[in-house]
């Protein structure tokens, strides 16, 4: 064998966390003992959106998708025994990104390390939170302020930091085009440096540094060939941006530089072994072309669509990656797809097709007031809806779903209650008793003078990045943090975007769209109601709204009055807007696993306003064994991703409003 000189791989993370800091802390180092060259923190929802753990909305999230980081001794103990100084660290944190990096370099100084040397990235990309995951506090303005806070005081204090992670993985989770996904990221990039430049705190000779530092996190579907093209020109463009735009001459400050999770949209929960083969060929898109590789790679699991990976199951990611960057010969060459017409062709038509949609962001006044308006929202829930209706008719084929879906029994999920990681339900009240011992220790004068300087210099046009830190110095927690900001910013509700989709599924004579709205009509009729009226709602910090938005457009579309206020609802509110509304139906989603939680308290609720008739229908990720409790305590159905028809479901909600005001089934044909 000729010796060939061998390219370094990629920084090879798994995105992790749960329980506890001391759970999580103890899963970080069995993976790192393991081979992974970078840690990828997953915190929970409660951390993600700025609530402590014994908040009511709170409830039933803690510790559930990521680890609780509720002050400063979580964060110590997240990190024990981790030096991270040497450690390249990723925190998937966005509205409260500057509380948490202020915990990770206090705990860092702790450790005796050297704040300037600090390697990692936070996601700190806010737009997209108000698009695809929900997880935004403040509105745009504040939020934008925050990032760019960061981003002027990581250039000076921590300057091998990526202060900020332009997010695109999620839009395209959210039914993004390749070029909506290149334009949104795009210019949410432009909104972030402009605002940085317009501050005045970067000085001209440092305007290379800032632009040298901005990150992006990209997703990467099965569509390889084309994934693959889109990393290609998301560099081309911005090559381009940084050059003209902003006159960066350096090359090197000018490379795309990017990590990718690869598509968890398109793994299912039916034939789920199947997975496997679509990471391996997603993860092939971001590492074939040399020069548009990623430069880290997080890999989901196999069992993602059923539930919380086992450590097994991310070990069995984390070696896929390994097989590729130390068996395979990938990288001892060059560019493989240099010259190629084929390839060059598909990535001058995502440019132009990009730059085009950029073009029309930029007339509206940026990615802020595109956010603002609706149009981004609206556009991407009538892509996704676009999507969900080519599976349902058969156009997108998705192996086991729509098409070979006879199987073989699976001695990988034989056993459910063990194919995936359980959360125990008592480890929340646990949290929340810690956090309790946590306040009762700390000095209480210390945490509120800190507050209060926080929410002064909020007022101001200080940068926060230094009250922040006292904060963190001072025992100040998450909530508390957040809440300071909330009494000075405000908070807020993004657009939903449902109002603005358009009619994607055929409705004409004989379809099934048309069979289930007379389906509907008959009985709004029989019920002596001008439409039936469906509430959506997402009770919980459950943020991913996608699946409520399918259901609110269809709903609609089927006829349906539908009544959708968008994300994190208490029970108690779910309940109050139902009655307000009279509506005949319930339909919660929840994709968090916080449903045996939630919604047994929307029943319960519900039974005690005199409204226990009311069909409720629940959709998420949800084991068969939470179901059948689900059906137990009065759930009418419960739908999961393998229920990927959308037409059916709003029919199978008539059926159970009628069954419920004990009306004759009722079959329509069409």
Not at 36 to 56: E, I, K, N, R
Not at 112 to 132: C, F, H, M, R, W
Not at 414 to 424: F, I, N, P, Q
Not at 565 to 581: C, F, K, N, S
Request: aromatic residues 6%; hydrophobic residues 40%.
């Amino acid at each position: 064998m000729t010796d060939r000189h061998k390219d370094r791989p990629w920084l090879m993370r798994t995105y992790a966390g749960h329980s506890t800091a001391e759970a999580s802390n103890e899963l970080y180092r069995r993976n790192l003992a393991k081979g992974q060259t970078g840690l990828s923190v997953a915190f929970d929802l409660p951390t993600q959106t700025g609530y402590d753990p014994d908040h009511v909305l709170a409830r039933g999230e803690v510790g559930r998708v990521g680890v609780p980081v509720a002050h400063l001794g979580d964060m110590r103990r997240l990190f024990q025994d981790i030096p991270l100084e040497r450690t390249n660290t990723s925190m998937t944190i966005n509205a409260t990104a500057m509380w948490l990096l202020a915990l990770y370099q206090v705990v860092a100084e702790e450790q005796g390390a050297d704040p300037a040397g600090l390697q990692g990235t936070t996601q700190n990309d806010i737009v997209k939170e108000y698009l695809s995951r929900g997880t935004h506090v403040f509105p745009p303005a504040p939020s934008l302020r925050l990032t760019t806070d960061m981003i002027t005081y990581t250039v000076h204090h921590l300057p091998r930091w990526n202060p900020v992670n332009i997010c695109s993985y999620h839009l395209q989770e959210a039914g993004a085009t390749p070029v909506q996904e290149i334009a949104y990221a795009m210019s949410t990039a432009i909104a972030v440096l402009d605002a940085v430049f317009a501050s005045g705190r970067i000085a001209e000779e440092r305007r290379g540094d800032v632009v040298g530092r901005i990150s992006f996190f990209v997703n990467a579907g099965v569509r390889f060939v084309e994934e693959m093209c889109k990393m290609r020109a998301f560099s081309r463009i911005w090559d381009r941006i940084t050059r003209e735009r902003y006159g960066i001459e350096d090359a090197r400050q000018r490379r795309f530089r990017y990590g990718v999770q690869v598509n968890s949209l398109g793994l299912t929960e039916a034939q789920p072994e199947n997975n496997v083969q679509r990471i391996v060929l997603e993860m092939l898109a971001v590492t074939l072309s040399k020069d548009a590789r990623a430069r880290a790679v997080q890999l989901p699991a196999w069992n993602e669509a059923l539930g919380l990976p086992r450590p097994w199951d991310q070990q069995w990611s984390l070696r896929i990656q390994q097989v590729l960057a130390h068996e395979s010969d990938l990288l001892e060459y060059g560019d493989l797809f240099d010259g190629s017409h084929v390839v060059e062709a598909k990535v001058a038509e995502l440019v132009e097709g990009a730059l085009a949609e950029m073009d029309r962001i930029e007339e509206m006044g940026g990615a802020l007031a595109a956010v603002e308006s609706g149009y981004l929202k609206s556009r991407l829930v009538a892509a996704h809806a676009e999507r969900r209706a080519r599976i349902e008719s058969g156009e997108e084929r998705i192996v086991g779903v729509n098409c070979y879906e006879s199987t073989e029994p699976s001695p990988l999920t034989a056993d459910l209650g063990t194919a995936v990681m359980t959360v125990d339900p008592a480890n929340e009240a646990r949290v929340v008793a810690a956090l309790d011992a946590w306040r009762d220790t700390r000095d209480e004068t210390r945490a509120g003078d800190a507050l209060a300087a926080l929410k002064k210099a909020a007022a101001s046009t200080e940068n926060l990045m230094a009250a922040t830190l006292e904060c963190a110095r001072a025992g100040v927690t998450t909530g508390e943090w957040s809440w300071a900001l909330r009494d000075v910013f405000g908070e807020y509700r993004a657009p939903t975007g449902v109002g603005g989709a358009p009619l994607t599924v055929s409705a004409e004579p004989g379809s099934p769209l048309a069979a289930v709205r007379e389906k509907a009509a008959r009985t709004a009729g029989e019920l002596g109601a001008g439409r039936l009226r469906l509430l959506v709602g997402k009770p919980g910090l459950d943020g991913h709204s996608n699946g409520a938005e399918q259901i609110a457009v269809r709903a609609r579309d089927a006829g349906f009055e539908v009544v959708y206020q968008g994300i994190r609802l208490t029970p108690e509110q779910i309940v109050a807007a139902a009655l307000a509304e009279d509506v005949h139906c319930v339909g919660l989603s929840i994709l968090s696993g916080s449903h045996a939680a939630l919604v047994p308290d929307v029943l319960t609720r519900l039974r005690a306003a005199g409204a226990g008739e009311l069909p409720v229908i629940v959709g998420g990720i949800i084991p068969n064994a939470d179901a059948e409790a689900l059906r137990a305590a009065g759930v009418a159905a419960v739908f999961t991703p393998k229920d990927f028809g959308i037409t059916e479901i709003i029919g199978r909600i008539v059926d159970e409003i009628r069954q419920a005001n004990r009306l004759d089934p009722l079959e329509v044909r069409p």
